[in-house]
């Protein structure tokens, strides 16, 4: 941001036959890892990759706005195009750092569970109709883990075996329908 206001004080041309050709090729590999990184990132559901990938979509980005300053420059003479775009990149790199740290944060402290998802556990425990009634049920979602404990009211007849299946069989289905969950 410094060097922007620097150079709009003082202009200066800039070369940009070579830079293009850099740019361009920096753009096209960068775009092949970011995207293999990002699905990778999608099929385990995993935080560190997917930081990484938002960290070479801001590579990725930075390298299309230089691109495109560098053709501006070429195109009509106009220098001051480079510092201007690297002005909005600058802005653009400081919103996207402020919603990292907040999706960082999010991954480390403990937090409910979605809405939707709760009511899922809800109707996996009203379809079991050997149970009699639930309580102390309580989530969380810490990392990529659903954390689920509930109690379970089974009738007074039954054995610990018998009750123990039923804790079972409904902690399959859960675990099932909100991968992962513990």
């Known amino acids: ?15 940009v036959d070579v830079g293009l050709w850099i740019i361009v090729a ?5 775009a092949l890892v970011m995207s293999r990184i990002n699905q990778a990132a999608k099929e385990s559901n995993s935080f560190a ?20 300053a560098l053709l501006v420059t ?35 402290i403990d937090r409910h569970i979605d809405p ?17 009634s639930y309580h102390k049920l309580r989530t969380r979602h810490s990392g990529n883990w659903h954390y689920i ?10 054995s610990v075996v018998q009750g123990h299946d039923l804790a079972d069989r409904v902690e399959k289905t859960i675990e099932k329908e909100l991968t992962p969950a513990i």
């Open 116 to 132: 939707i998802e709760l009511a899922r556990i809800k109707e996996i425990l009203a379809s079991e109709p050997e149970l009699l």
């Open 49 to 68: 990759l997917a930081s990484n990938a938002q960290h070479l979509v801001v590579d990725l980005l930075t390298s299309i706005g230089v691109l495109l």
């Open 26 to 30: 920096c753009t096209i590999m960068g």
């Open 74 to 108: 070429k195109l009509t003479g106009w220098v001051y195009a480079d510092p201007l775009f690297g002005l909005l990149l600058s802005l653009w790199l400081c919103f996207s750092s402020v919603r990292m740290i907040h999706n960082a944060f999010n991954e480390v």
């Open 1 to 15: 941001v410094i060097s922007t206001f620097k150079f709009f004080q003082k202009p200066e041309a800039v070369k």
């Open 149 to 158: 404990d509930v109690h379970l009211v089974v009738p007074r007849t039954w």
